[in-house]
Structures are given as C-alpha cells and as structure tokens.
C-alpha cells in the first residue's frame, strides 16, 4: 500500500450506486453440494475473467452472504452464466428462506460435482484458490477446471436496476426500436407477468405484435418438464392461424392481411374458419392452441433459425412449421380439442384506445390440459390481463367489431 494516499471527496452510497448502474454486467449463479449433500447457490453480478494461462476467474460476495460460507466449505462450485430467459432463476437464487432450486432442473459439473443449470448460457466448474478482504465483500480466486458454453440464446444483463440482454449489431434480425411502446408497457406490468408464473408453475410470456410478426418481449418463469423453454426476443411470422388475438378486434382489412400472408392461395372455407377462429376469440376473450408435437417442432425451428447461418431456409422452416399449426387455434368446437392437449393459452391486455398492444400466454402446460380442465388456468390468466390492462389506463372494447368474412 502507497505510504501517501490522495484525498477524495466523500462518496454518497446513492450516487455510487448511480454512477457504477451505468456499468452493464452479466448475471450468475454460484452453485455447489454442501456438506450435507443439498445443493446451495446464490446470484452474483460481481464475477470477472482474471487470467487464460492458468486458467483463474473472480467473483465477490458480500460479508454478509448466508450462502457463501457453504459453497466456500463445498468440494467445489460451479459458476453459471444466466441466459437472456432465465431472469425468474436470477431472482429465485437472489432470494433468502426459500428452496432456489424448486423451478430448476440441473446435473453435476464433470468435475467437482456442482449443479450446473438447465438452460444456462455457460458454465464453469471451479476449485477456489483464494479469499481475500476486498472492503464490505471479499474476493475470491477461482481456478477453471471445466467449462462450456452455447452459441444460443444469449445472457442476461443486468444495467441500471433492470434486466435485458445483448445482441451484436451484426447479429440483430431487428431493432428495438420498432417495438419500444409495447416494451415500456411491459416493463410496467412485468410484476403481473411473474405473478402469474409463481402461482401456476408455467412460463408466462409477454408477446408484442410489430408489423408482421410477433416477438417475446419478456418471460417469467419455467415451462413444466417435456417443454422446451421459449426465449425473449424471439420473433415469428403473424400469420394466420398464429397471432389470432392481435386482429380480432380490428377491421376486415387488417384480417385480411393477416390471412393473405399465407404463402398459398387461401380457399373460401378456410378463409371462413378463419374468420370464425377470431370470433370465438373475440367472444370468449381468450385464445388456445392444441396439438401434439407441432408446437415444439416450431420451437425448435426458432432455435435453429438463431444457431445457423442459412437465414432464408430456416425462415422458411419456421413458417412451414406455422403454416402445420391451421386447425389447432381455437378449435370451432370442445369435441375438435378433445382428444388433444392444450399447449398455449393466451389473453389480451388492451391500450386506451382498444387495441391489443400485448398479449399474456402460457407455455408449458402440464399433459393432459382439455376444455373442461383449462379453467384453473384461464381464470387467473384474464385476471392478470385485465389487471394488466387497468394498470396501464386500458379499455377492453365494450362492443366487438365484426371480422367475419
């Protein structure tokens, strides 16, 4: 240490905390087996690289941190680098006095046997090196032992007290910008989002309609097991039959569009079931989707669209797998749905004006959902989206508009 030390003004805690919420990290989770045998973890947003050759990384808890002292008596841990979707575990493994592993499934690291994290961006199985005093936190030095990661999707970042994440210029399908209105709407309803995940143990998206698709705007919690998890900021055709809610309620002319974009000519009888797809909507206030495996091949098609470099084919693929999905959105009749489970469900938040400006789904739901079972789901559901849409000074049209054609 410097025998003379230079004098600096006094450091409010609020502006620091200000000043360093302009400085964008990632977010982790700490895992490792206790002595006892149970796995405990904690979130950190203080890790670093520290040096290639050898191989040594850094994180910082707090002094007070109730979870470190186990991890730090643990054979050793492994350090998991949430993905931009995993902001539900982020809070679960933020918390204190409850079970941070309830809505995450793992598998011990190769090496020291430390949960590694279903779903995460990468992961680092460690030996701890070193604990030093660094202030109110402490440092610790970590050696690498094994480590991977996956091109897709991509992390969570944390910036100025809210969570996002990053994608290169060069990699982006689309700007933000053409979706910020519906954005600034989630943000203000997201704590109905995350509701909605807690008490039904689903995901619960946010979906924003742009121009001619559709894009996950946020996501709370995790799909039940057998469900691959739907990522934000993932983008899809609006195209008829998919995307339903975003046009029941607006003229012929927009119905229109969203059934001409089918790439082949459409016939007079599916342009009717089409046009009665949107009034069951419209009447029932809600939308479903049944099926078997159809739903998760689109999502795979959306994975593999992000992880391949041939865009067109793979738009192609995703589109082909949409266009699979015709007679599974709201089926005319419960006999139509009777023998096949419902996959997605979804409801409507509304602007000032009347229009749908997002839309509440949940993902994931457990096997078996029919018509006649759906109701524990459905209610909570449009309790949610209407207290959505008063949250943000919304009205539910009072007298549905007529998109028959």
């Not at 995450?104 to 190769?110: C, D, I, K, L, N």
């Not at 055709?237 to 339903?244: I, K, R, S």
């Not at 082949?264 to 989707?289: F, H, K, M, N």
Request: with cysteine; hydrophobic share 45%; proline share 7%.
């Amino acid at each position: 240490m410097r025998e003379t030390q230079l004098a600096g003004r006094d450091i409010d805690r609020l502006e620091y905390r200000d000043v360093l919420g302009t400085y964008p990290t990632g977010v982790t989770v700490i895992t490792a087996v206790d002595a006892a045998g149970e796995p405990v973890g904690m979130a950190l947003g203080s890790f670093t690289s520290v040096s290639i050759e050898p191989p040594l990384v850094a994180f910082y808890p707090a002094k007070t941190s109730s979870s470190f002292p186990k991890i730090k008596c643990a054979k050793g841990f492994c350090i998991n680098v949430l993905a931009a979707d995993q902001e539900h575990v982020c809070r679960d493994f933020a918390a204190t006095g409850t079970d941070k592993f309830r809505r995450v499934h793992w598998t011990p690291s190769p090496v020291t046997g430390a949960p590694v994290l279903d779903g995460v961006a990468a992961w680092l199985d460690c030996a701890l090196e070193q604990v030093t005093d660094a202030g109110d936190h402490l440092h610790v030095l970590a050696r690498v032992l094994d480590l991977s990661a996956r091109r897709a999707p991509g992390p969570l970042v944390f910036h100025r007290g809210g969570y996002g994440t990053f994608v290169a210029p060069s990699a982006a399908r689309a700007t933000e910008a053409d979706i910020l209105e519906q954005l600034r709407v989630t943000e203000n309803v997201r704590n109905r989002l995350e509701c909605l995940a807690d008490e039904l143990n689903v995901q619960a998206l946010a979906v924003a309609a742009t121009g001619t698709q559709m894009v996950i705007v946020a996501s709370a919690g995790s799909p039940r097991a057998g469900h691959a998890a739907v990522r934000l900021g993932d983008r899809l055709p609006l195209v008829a039959p998919v995307g339903g809610l975003f046009v029941a309620w607006r003229d012929q002319a927009a119905v229109d569009e969203w059934i001409a974009r089918r790439p082949s000519p459409v016939s007079a009888q599916d342009r009717c079931s089409y046009g009665e797809q949107l009034t069951i909507v419209r009447q029932r206030g809600w939308s479903l989707a049944v099926g078997d495996d159809a739903h998760e091949e689109l999502q795979k098609a959306i994975v593999r669209r992000h992880a391949v470099r041939d865009a067109v084919e793979n738009e192609f693929l995703v589109l082909k797998r949409i266009l699979a999905l015709s007679d599974q959105y709201d089926p005319p009749s419960r006999d139509a749905c009777a023998d096949a489970d419902i996959q997605l469900l979804s409801a409507p938040i509304f602007d000032a004006e009347g229009n749908v400006v997002i839309t509440f789904s949940l993902w994931g739901l457990p096997p078996g959902m029919r018509p006649d079972t759906v109701t524990p789901f459905t209610e909570p559901l449009l309790r949610s989206a209407a207290q959505a849409t008063s949250d943000i000074g919304g009205n539910a049209p009072a007298h549905p508009v007529n998109a028959t054609s």
